[in-house]
């Protein structure tokens, strides 16, 4: 029996065999800088619980906050956060103590070296009580302009080494959240600090929509399968629509959202981690390199859009007031904190254009807004038409009474919807035959969805990504490269809208977005309207 | 529930079935048309006794595992041709769309039961698995007519011996989930935490001891001592006596250790001696006497550690779920309960 045969040998453990990996994985500290902030109370901590609860963290663990407002009740402060925003409810008592016994909090500002000289005193006292070792996983929950600040202070406090190989070494890991930068020059600057004290092994950057299961699902159906993947082409593909739609305004982060616009907040990153996974090559193998080589492939692929070129390939707009599910809401210039003339774009289209044997000639359009009709995130495959219309023009019916008129929309091609939120599912769109004499065709959707597969309490994103960096496997995260890949793209498209002036078109809260973005589209296809 | 021959009850099954799918849902206020959502064919067959239980597994699948439930038994007292069976089904809304279940209960009478095989195959969702679930006191005649037709297999071996399950292997060449596996998860993870840095001193074991409270419906040291042996490459001699693949001796020893707030036949702590580059290793993962939901992990000797662990409860719906999913150990399950029967057997 070939397990029997690396007993002793020192290599595999033969014990662990058939156990779920996932659950290997070693005793570490998580430390989370930012740890007063939002990000740590709504998701990072009700992650690491259900990671708890899910008794997939190791046995030796311990979760310590840093931030610069005092704490005296970290432990209590969190538990309620847990009992609010964990996705399993209550609490479940026994899970919570356990974590809460092996969790501190260290006070004190980024920029003062004292703040590191107490955290490595905490980090020593914890990983010999908590049995953690120097494994550590440091997660950065703040804005992009403390990241380097905090990763030179790890360095020179020693808290963070580079990797040293060996099966049974330490390792210590500092985990990115987006935004990556604001544009090229910013995420160039920002992976070299990183890159002076930290190997690219240890860098996790963040997209939390690579730990949707629906997103990793998009991989699953297309390299899991067999029937899909050879219509995946030029071939058969008229054209793709990538929406990701939401109903939010600015909820009160106005300031911000005036600097930023959702062509950095959403497209740079989500939108299009959502495009190279539709659209990529298949990897050699579930690899975290391999996987994000194909990746990368396609952002060089993809078409720049330069100077003039974005009047016509792309379209900037804001919402004006109007109705959302109901509610009246204000224009985005009259939200609190913005500028009343600002330029900044709360929707912006593109029609993107691929250059590889399987993509070239296909249109991509690409979509996003805040205040649109939905929030809704999908890919949608529209197939080319058929070759010959066999049905169309019908023949007598049966009875010999009038031909069976076939109404519009009704002979349309197929369609192949692969939603990500909410209802996270696949539909397909196909013709059927209307029961009865004649050849007249219906459209029918066949309707899948996970939650009614799989129960709806699928874990979070955030769970996901938080073991993966604990186990090592950079996968679902965003390399050097393939970040610097997007703004590559992205910021032509920002400085194109500066330089040409762009015209910032005007769409009705509660709407699909502006009239301008139909000039986006090939004549004879439509925005979707999900 | 009203008896009736096999045939008749089938055709009648399948009726309601129809009757229930065609017509549309009323739930929302506006007729909808029901969504069915199939991951499996459930057939969870037990004594009359656990039907009750039964169903209660059956529903808190339906939220994970939706698709065409069966609850089956057999009574003596029915006619011995004829079935009694109750159809029962339930829709929910999900995002507006009403999504469907249903479940099947049928009991047979003697002779019936080797009919059971062809209404489950007459009955089951196409396209997806039908897996079989033996609970406790599955009635023996409808085995051979149920096994041949699971795709996956779901054992307990907490009341299921070692030696029958390894007999129903015989029957059915499906994959099988065993829940006490699964419950007992903990105790294999933490008894391969102890050679992770330790690798070498596998191929020196002397010596396993396992702790349990007495009065086990099932001998638990079995499946564990099968895991361990299969995983190692071992053979038992006798119950106390193993060789490992080099052919050097192991002894076995195994310890009532009566614990208060324990149920009978649980393990209360494993004990291992070997060595390692020479020098003695001693390995004991036990249960605290007071709190028993924590267990001592320590190592003496070659390496120095100790931590305390939380083993947590888990309730049987997540158990069952494990069963069903966890296939990646499906093949060490399986090869642990063929060592664990040739070890009862001794
Ligand atoms: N919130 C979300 O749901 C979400 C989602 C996706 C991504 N993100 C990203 O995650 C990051 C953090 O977001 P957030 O919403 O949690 O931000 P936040 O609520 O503003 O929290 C920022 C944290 O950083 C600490 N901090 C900032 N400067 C510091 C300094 N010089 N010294 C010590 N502590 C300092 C703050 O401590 P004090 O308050 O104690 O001063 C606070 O704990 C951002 O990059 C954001 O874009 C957030």
């Not at chain 1, 900037?316 to 109705?323: I, L, M, N, W």
């Not at chain 1, 913005?338 to 590889?356: C, F, G, H, Q, W």
């Not at chain 2, 609970?135 to 030696?163: E, F, M, Q, Y």
């Amino acid at each position: 029996m070939s397990f029997s045969e690396n007993v002793g040998s020192g290599e595999e453990n033969p014990l662990r065999e058939g156990m779920p990996d996932e659950r290997t994985v070693r005793p570490a500290t998580v430390v989370i800088f930012g740890a007063s902030g939002d990000l740590t109370r709504r998701k990072l901590l009700p992650a690491i619980y259900n990671l708890a609860l899910s008794r997939l963290l190791p046995g030796g663990f311990a979760v310590v906050g840093v931030a610069r407002r005092p704490k005296p009740e970290f432990g209590r402060e969190m538990r309620e956060a847990v009992a609010k925003y964990s996705r399993r409810k209550p609490l479940d008592e026994a899970t919570w103590s356990e974590l809460e016994k092996g969790m501190a909090y260290v006070q004190g500002d980024f920029n003062d070296p004292a703040t590191y000289a107490r955290l490595a005193a905490e980090l020593g006292r914890l990983e010999v009580e908590r049995g953690t070792g120097q494994n550590r996983v440091f997660y950065m929950a703040v804005g992009p302009t403390e990241v380097p600040m905090i990763v030179r202070g790890l360095c020179d406090a020693k808290l963070v080494v580079r990797p040293a190989d060996g099966p049974d070494a330490s390792y210590q890991r500092v985990v990115v959240e987006k935004p990556f930068g604001e544009d090229l020059a910013s995420a160039r600057a920002l992976n070299k600090e990183l890159l002076a004290c930290v190997d690219e092994r240890q860098i996790y950057r963040i997209d939390h929509y690579l730990g949707k299961e629906t997103v990793q699902n998009l991989l699953v159906f297309r390299f899991g399968n067999t029937i899909f993947e050879p219509l995946w082409s030029r071939q058969h593909v008229s054209h793709v629509q990538i929406t990701v739609a939401e109903e939010l305004g600015v909820e009160g982060r106005g300031k911000f959202y005036d600097q930023t616009g959702i062509t950095r907040d959403i497209v740079q990153n989500h939108a299009l981690q959502l495009l190279t996974m539709v659209t990529m090559e298949p990897p050699s193998s579930w690899d975290a390199d391999a996987v994000r080589d194909e990746k990368v492939k396609v952002l060089r692929a993809l078409r720049p859009i330069r100077g003039r070129e974005v009047l016509e390939k792309t379209v900037r707009a804001q919402y004006t007031a109007g109705t959302v599910r109901g509610d009246r809401v204000p224009g985005y210039r009259e939200e609190p904190d913005v500028d009343p003339n600002s330029k900044t774009e709360t929707y912006v289209a593109m029609s993107l254009r691929i250059d590889s044997f399987r993509w070239g000639g296909v249109p991509f359009y690409l979509r996003s807004g805040k205040r649109l009709a939905k929030r809704v995130a999908e890919v949608a495959l529209h197939f080319k038409p058929l070759p010959h219309r066999l049905f169309r023009d019908a023949p007598q019916a049966m009875d010999g009474g009038p031909p069976p008129s076939v109404r519009r929309g009704e002979d349309e091609p197929n369609v192949l919807v692969l939603r990500i939120q909410p209802d996270e599912g696949i539909a397909l769109r196909f013709a059927t035959k209307v029961p009865g004499g004649g050849m007249t065709m219906r459209n029918v959707a066949m309707d899948f969805r996970y939650g009614t597969a799989f129960g709806s309490s699928t874990p979070e994103a955030y769970e996901r990504l938080i073991l993966d960096a604990m186990r090592g496997d950079a996968t679902l995260f965003t390399r050097a490269d393939e970040v610097e890949a997007q703004w590559g793209f992205i910021d032509p498209i920002l400085a194109g809208w500066r330089d040409q002036d762009a015209p910032v078109a005007t769409y009705e809260a509660g709407s699909w977005g502006p009239r301008e973005a139909d000039r986006l589209l090939v004549p004879g296809d439509k925005w979707r309207k999900p | 529930m009203t008896a009736l021959p096999v045939g008749e009850a089938l055709a009648r099954i399948e009726a309601e079935l129809a009757s229930f799918w065609s017509s549309p849902d009323e739930q929302a206020g506006a007729p909808m048309t029901k969504v069915r959502s199939s991951t499996m064919s459930f057939v969870f067959t037990a004594a009359p006794s656990e039907i009750e239980h039964a169903r209660a597994t059956t529903d808190a699948l339906a939220d994970t595992h939706p698709g065409r439930a069966f609850v089956l038994t057999s009574d003596g007292r029915l006619a011995p041709w004829e079935v009694s069976y109750d159809v029962r089904a339930a829709c929910r809304l999900d995002g507006g769309t009403p999504i469907c279940f249903d479940w099947i209960e049928m009991t047979f009478g003697a002779m019936a039961c080797e009919r059971a095989g062809s209404v489950v195959a007459a009955l089951v969702v196409p396209e997806v698995p039908v897996v079989v679930e033996l609970g406790r006191g599955a009635p023996r005649a409808l085995l051979p007519t149920l096994l041949p037709r699971a795709d996956r297999l779901i054992v307990d071996s907490a009341h299921t011996s070692v030696a029958r399950i390894a007999e129903m292997l015989h029957m059915s060449t499906a994959p099988v989930g065993d829940r006490q596996f699964v419950r007992t998860y903990q105790w294999r993870e933490l008894v391969a935490r102890f050679f992770d840095d330790a690798r070498p001193s596998l191929g020196s074991i002397r010596e396993v001891t396992v702790g349990r409270t007495p009065g086990g419906a099932t001998e638990p040291a079995a499946l564990f001592l099968g895991w361990l042996g299969s995983r190692l490459g071992w053979g038992f001699e006798a119950r106390d006596r193993a060789r490992d693949r080099h052919g050097e001796p192991v002894r076995i020893t195994l310890r009532d250790d009566p614990r208060e707030g324990l149920a009978p036949g649980q393990i209360t702590g494993v004990w291992i001696e070997a060595s390692l580059e020479g020098e003695p290793l001693s390995l004991a993962c036990v249960r605290d006497r007071e709190n028993p939901k924590q267990v001592a992990w320590t190592r003496r000797g070659a390496r120095v550690t100790s931590h305390e662990h939380a083993l947590g409860h888990r309730d049987e719906a997540w158990v069952l779920v494990k069963a069903l999913d966890a296939t990646e150990g499906d093949r060490v399950l399986r090869d642990a309960l063929v060592l664990a029967a040739q070890w009862s057997e001794r």
